[in-house]
């Protein structure tokens, strides 16, 4: 059927709706509506586009400036300014721990990583990683920085070491020294290592500082980018240790004795390493001394324990050492009860709980009056 009717006074072939049949009319009103919702669509689309890249623009500069940003709770140690665009991705700071400082090369030996020279150090710990944004920047730039920086401060170099000094090939330093911080940050050896330690006053400090190679760091957002310096300072303020035990009267070492055969002591004094007997253990020296008074029969062995830091050989030395001093000590104070007293050193074989921590080898380090019955 012809679709098209000619209406007079206008140009032929001119389309007449009112002559289409109803089923053209729907098919053209559909089409029309087909095509509105098609402009929607595409409209939407571009809208959904330009939000896409929008959230996309926006998450990148969010993630640039959270990669700019410090973690919280980091600050720089007391007295010491950090290189210029850099920021913290690990801080650390616990009022007494021990710390080896190394005062030599590294010496690759079966299953121990030791150094040539090293300071063992006790006080408060403060741990810092520094990373820099800059890939433009090298490692030593950024050391010969600190070097004037610690200069004019005042600070004493102990010990300077690069390359092969600091890894022995392998860079056992990095896993030695900085085994805590986010994990592959100095997992590996890096080109242009730089390492000091240095003095000032009771302080001291370890400075490394290399250029980032590669790893996996977790989390994502403390990744450094390649070649970027990484820097870790640690700085020990050397202190004793504040006093907590309470002073064991001769009467309680008296009870310990009598219902478990021994008694652990803290009261004696001593500096790292040292078996001298400090002004501070007096108190505890008097009152041993009461006990031994007020039991004539009563004989002792004077035993020495120290904690798990350093060579075992040397720990067996020092605790026999540091018994002997007690009882020298107590000898002066009562003469006639120098027969009674038995010194001995057991070094780290009797530990009465975990070297892993701090807290748990201030507990190791003791001296125990155990009870000789025959």
């Known amino acids: 059927m012809d679709q098209w009717v000619r209406v007079k006074g206008e140009a032929p072939y001119r389309p ?10 729907v098919g053209c009103s559909l089409g029309l509506i087909c095509s509105w919702f098609v402009r929607i669509g595409l409209n939407l689309m571009k809208l ?3 939000a896409l890249v929008t959230l996309f623009i926006g998450f990148s500069f969010a993630l640039h400036a959270q ?3 410090d973690i919280p709770g980091s600050k720089d140690p007391s007295g010491l300014k950090r290189y210029e665009g850099t920021r913290t991705t690990f801080f650390e700071e616990k009022a007494f721990e021990s710390y080896t400082l190394p005062l030599g090369k590294l010496t690759k030996k079966p299953n121990e990583n030791l150094f040539a020279k090293s300071l063992t150090l006790e006080g408060k710990v403060t741990k810092v990683t520094y990373v820099s944004n800059d890939p433009n920047r090298t490692a030593l730039e950024v050391f010969r920085n600190y070097q004037g920086e610690l200069a004019a401060g005042g600070w004493e170099i102990l010990w300077e070491g690069t390359g092969e000094e600091l890894s ?10 900085f085994p805590n911080r986010p994990g592959g940050t100095f997992g590996i050896c890096h080109p242009g290592a730089n390492f000091l330690a240095a003095k000032k006053g009771g302080s001291h400090l370890a400075l490394f500082v290399a250029n980032y190679k590669s790893g996996f760091v977790v989390p994502k957002t403390l990744q450094p980018k390649p070649g970027v310096p990484v ?22 070492m008296a009870s310990g004795i009598l219902q478990q055969g021994a008694v652990n002591l803290y009261g004696f004094h ?12 007096d108190a505890t ?3 041993v001394a009461k006990l031994l008074k007020s039991e004539p029969a009563l004989r002792l062995l004077v035993v020495g324990h120290t904690d798990i830091v350093g060579k075992f050989e040397g720990n067996i030395e020092l605790s026999q050492k540091r018994a002997a001093s007690v009882v020298a000590a107590l000898t002066q104070r009562l003469p006639a009860a120098a027969e009674r007293l038995t010194p001995c050193g057991v070094g780290f074989q009797c530990p009465i709980a975990s070297n892993s921590s701090e807290e748990g080898r201030a507990k190791n380090r003791r001296v125990a009056l155990v009870k000789v019955e025959n």
Not at 16 to 25: F, R, S, T, Y
Not at 272 to 280: C, F, N, V
Request: charged residues 25%; glycine residues 4%; aromatic residues 4%.
């Open 16 to 25: 007449c709706v009112q002559k289409m049949p109803g089923v053209l009319l």
């Open 48 to 50: 959904n586009l330009i």
């Open 67 to 69: 990669n700019m940003e």
């Open 168 to 177: 022995a090939g392998k860079g056992l330093l990095f896993h030695s020294l």
């Open 231 to 252: 820097i870790a300072l640690d700085v020990i303020e050397t202190q004793a240790l504040e006093e907590k035990m309470v002073l064991v009267k001769a009467e309680e």
């Open 270 to 281: 001593f500096d790292t390493a040292s078996a001298t007997l400090k002004p501070e253990s």
């Open 285 to 287: 020296l008097d009152e």
